[in-house]
C-alpha cells in the first residue's frame, strides 16, 4: 500500500496582510478550519479544506526563512521582505495584487543634519537592513543601519538615526511623527512564493501556482 505523501504546509503572515490574502486564498481552494479565526486559539498550525495542505501563521519576515529552507513548500508575504532577505531558493511567481504600500526613506521635517549630498556616511533607523544599505550603496553612500522592528518612526526624534526606511501607506504615520518622505525605494504588493525545489519535485506544487495563476491577471488589475 502507497503512503499518503505530508500535507504541503503553506505560510501565512499573522498581521494586517491576512485580511486581504483569505478572500484571495478562497478563491484558490484554500481555507482554513474555522479554529484558525478563533482568537483565543494557540495553535499555529491548521487543517485546511484542501486535505492535503495545512496553514501555518507565522511573523512576515518569517514565511520567507520557512519558505526558503523548505519547511513550508508555499506561502503569501510582501516583496518587501522578499527583497530583503534575497533567498536564492525563493521563486514568487504571481502577484497578489494586495497589501499595496511603499517602502521609503524619511527625514525629520526641518532636515536630518546629515546630507547624502555631501555626506558619504548616513545613519538609518529600519527594519530593512539590507535593502537600505543597498540604495544608498547605489548612491556611494554608506549608510549604518539601526534595525529596529517597529516604531522606527521615533527614533530621529530621539537621536537615535538621522533618518528611517519604512513602509508608508497613508502617509500618516509619518506626519504624525513629524517626518516627511525624501526618496521611494520601491513600491510593495503581495506575492505567492513557494520553495524552488519543492517546485521542481512536487507536483502539487506547480499545480498551487497555477490555480493563483488563473486569478493572477484578476488579481493585479
Ligand atoms: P510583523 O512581523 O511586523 O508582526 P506580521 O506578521 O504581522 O508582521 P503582516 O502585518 O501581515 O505581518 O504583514 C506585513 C506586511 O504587510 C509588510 O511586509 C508589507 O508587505 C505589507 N503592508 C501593506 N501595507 C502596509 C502598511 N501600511 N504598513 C505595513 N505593512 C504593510
Ligand atoms: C506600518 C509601518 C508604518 C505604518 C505605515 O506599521 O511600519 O509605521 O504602518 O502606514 P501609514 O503610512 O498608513 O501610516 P504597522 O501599523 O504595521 O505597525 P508596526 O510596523 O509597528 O508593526
Redesign the pocket.
Known sequence: MTQAPPPLIFAVPK??ILKEALPVMERAGIEPEPAFHDRAERSLSFTTTDGAMRIIRVRAFDVATFVAFGAAQAGIVGSDVIEEFDYSELYAPVDLGIGH?RLSVAEPAGGCGESPGNASHVRVAT?YPAITRRFFARHGIQAECVKL?????LAPALGLSGRVV?????????A?NGLVETQVIMQVSARLIVNRAALKTDPRVAALVERFRALGDKLAA
Open positions: 498581521g494586517r504600500c527594519k522592528n517597529g516604531a522606527m518612526e519604512d513602509l508608508v501607506d497613508t502617509g500618516r504615520t509619518l504624525g
